[in-house]
């Protein structure tokens, strides 16, 4: 463990001074190529460098305590088409990902809420590839391509500070939708609407193919390891969502209201009973699951800024919370619920530093439960039965220099794994012990 974070250390030194001297060199006059980028810009051609690295530390329970670090290099470039050859309203964008190191829930706590929004398999990978349409004067926009919904779906304003995976892509559909859904890692190609029906309400709505991977792929990350698998002929996945903007009380401060919901054509096992209706966990039944069709979800968002830093500001304290539920038979989580506030502008000498404190909770179907019931019953043994997890995130993210963050993180993990047995339990009658994490994450932003 005490190795893991000499080496952790080291590569953060290592990446800070990297960031200071870049730092230093954008604010020569003629440094840092800020010149170059200009003049690209002006000619339609923008380009982005995000290298995210982080120190993580499981310092009490789940499955074994240890310390990982974990990295993501993210390269884009995105293109006014309407500049570069005259397509008026068009825009190109492509990324990829490089990510390196391990994963501290993977290995070390159990959960099913990742500790962290880049813990994935090592690999580097295309991630989007889309072209946009923007006619009626911008109120309509049409994508289409290899794209995520994690931005503009079930997303609040408020959440991205946040360093758990569930606190960006909410965790209900990060587990039940295969693959994860179009989310970090990996995103599908799919054609996105929306639309500016009002100053407003804003509506979008979604095709993506539903896998990011053959249906029967042991680990998506895996079978589609490069991100070039563009796979079009999957039963289909629909999202759509309406999104309402207000204003409160005297002061006007914004809040928004969404409401929407989700439908996935593809096949999904039951929770509980195989094909000829036995429990699985009976040693008589054939072993395989009994087979849904289709799946579906709902869900809603809610925030609000709930005070100014200063008379007219945007900043200060605001507050999210979201929820969604699924139905049990075919789902591990049927209910799900996070939210969280996030602390701006309390600081002169610091005015881009942010605080936040957010949970999470995932609540283990009826029908998975029932299925540990049922193992209980035929191995005679005292099998935990699961029933939720739930994670706390307390989070500061200091701005050292523009573009140079470092953000130290709490995470408090409730039942990693809905409870579930603890894989290194010779009995297998235990549950995996409530986790610890602690943590730094470094942000390099050019």
């Known amino acids: 463990m005490y190795r893991v974070l000499i080496r952790a250390v080291t590569v953060f030194a290592a990446i800070t001074a990297v960031a200071l001297a870049a730092a230093r060199a954008a604010d020569q006059p003629d440094g840092g190529n800020k010149d170059l980028r200009d003049r690209l810009a002006d000619a339609g051609y923008q380009f982005s460098l995000t290298y995210i690295g982080e120190g993580l530390a499981n310092v009490s329970g789940g499955m074994r305590t240890g310390a990982i670090y974990t990295g993501r290099l993210d390269l884009g470039t995105t293109i006014d088409l309407e500049k570069v050859m005259g397509w008026t309203g068009a825009t190109f964008h492509a990324n990829m990902f490089q990510i390196h190191g391990d994963g501290l829930s993977r290995s070390y706590i159990g959960n099913l809420m990742l500790v962290s929004g880049v813990e994935a398999l090592s690999s580097t990978r295309l991630y989007e590839l889309w072209i946009e349409q923007q006619p009626l004067g911008g109120k309509l926009a049409v994508r289409v391509g290899q794209q995520a919904s994690d931005v503009e779906f079930i997303d609040s304003q408020y959440d991205d500070i946040f360093i758990n995976s569930a606190l960006g892509w909410p965790g209900i559909t990060g587990i039940n939708l295969p693959g994860g859904g179009p989310s970090p890692p990996l995103a599908v190609p799919g054609i996105r609407i929306k639309a500016a029906l009002s100053d407003r309400i804003t509506a979008y709505l979604a095709l993506f193919d539903g896998s990011a991977a053959p249906p029967d792929a042991d680990d998506s990350q895996i079978a589609n390891a490069n991100g070039l698998l563009f796979r079009v002929n999957d039963p289909p996945w629909w999202i759509g969502q309406l999104k309402y903007k207000f204003e409160i009380g005297e002061s006007r401060l914004p809040a928004t209201i969404t409401g929407g919901g989700w439908y996935h054509m593809m096949s999904f096992p039951d929770q509980r009973f195989s094909a000829d209706g036995l429990s699985l966990a009976d040693p008589n039944s054939s072993g395989d699951p009994a087979w849904w069709r289709r799946n579906q979800g709902l869900f809603m968002v809610y925030e609000q800024q709930l005070a100014r830093a200063a008379p007219g500001s945007d900043k200060g304290v605001a507050f999210f919370m979201r929820a969604s539920v699924s139905p049990s038979d ?52 005292p099998y935990p039965i699961r029933d939720y997890e739930a994670i706390l995130e307390v989070t500061y993210q200091h701005e050292v220099r523009p573009g140079f963050l470092l953000q130290p993180v709490f995470q408090y993990i409730a039942h990693p794994g809905g409870g579930a047995v603890d894989p290194y339990d010779p009995t297998q009658t235990h549950r995996i012990k409530d986790g610890v994490m602690v943590g730094v994450r470094t942000t390099i932003v050019y």
């Open 330 to 381: 075919r789902n591990l989580i049927s209910t799900y619920v996070d939210g969280g506030f996030l602390f701006t502008g309390f600081s002169d000498a610091h005015p881009n530093d942010r605080f936040g404190i957010a949970a999470t909770y995932a609540r283990i179907s009826d029908r998975a439960r029932a299925f540990d019931r049922d193992t209980q019953f035929f191995t005679g043994t």
